[in-house]
């Protein structure tokens, strides 16, 4: 089976900073993990993606305050957020994307999502 599951999320003011964690489990080979987060009334949007080359793409909104990182061996997934404000209040989601072992098919696996609440 497989699994994604986040942690780190909490209450912040606006200033201070959060660590996320993301861990998948089960038989997938994963070409792709991403932070995604959805506020009240939007649609969910891409924060921030790591590819297995090691390439990464940030929202504009985030760059410079945000760094996502990956432990491939672990299929761990981490974002490091740093100066963060009210705007990035959400619930945020761990997003991979892989091949389940014996098939020859890409499936796009998410987490249930972490709460994210800055303050001013």
């Known amino acids: 089976q497989v699994q994604l599951v986040e942690s780190g999320g909490g209450l912040v003011q606006a200033g201070g900073s959060l660590r996320l964690s993301c861990a998948a489990s089960?038989?997938?080979?994963?070409?792709?993990m991403g932070w995604y987060r959805q506020a009240p009334g939007k649609q969910r949007e891409l924060v921030a993606r790591?590819?297995?080359?090691?390439?990464?793409n940030y929202a504009d909104s985030v760059k410079g305050r945000f760094t996502i990182s990956r432990d491939g061996a672990k299929m761990t997934v981490y974002l490091q957020m740093n100066n963060l404000k009210p705007e990035d209040t959400a619930v945020y989601s761990c997003?991979?994307?892989?091949?389940?072992?014996?098939?020859?098919?890409?499936?796009?696996?998410w987490g249930r999502g972490t709460q994210v609440t800055v303050s001013s």
């Open positions: 997003s991979a994307l892989g091949v389940v072992a014996g098939t020859p098919y890409t499936t796009d696996y």
């Open positions: 790591i590819f297995n080359g090691g390439s990464t």
């Open positions: 089960g038989y997938i080979s994963i070409n792709v």
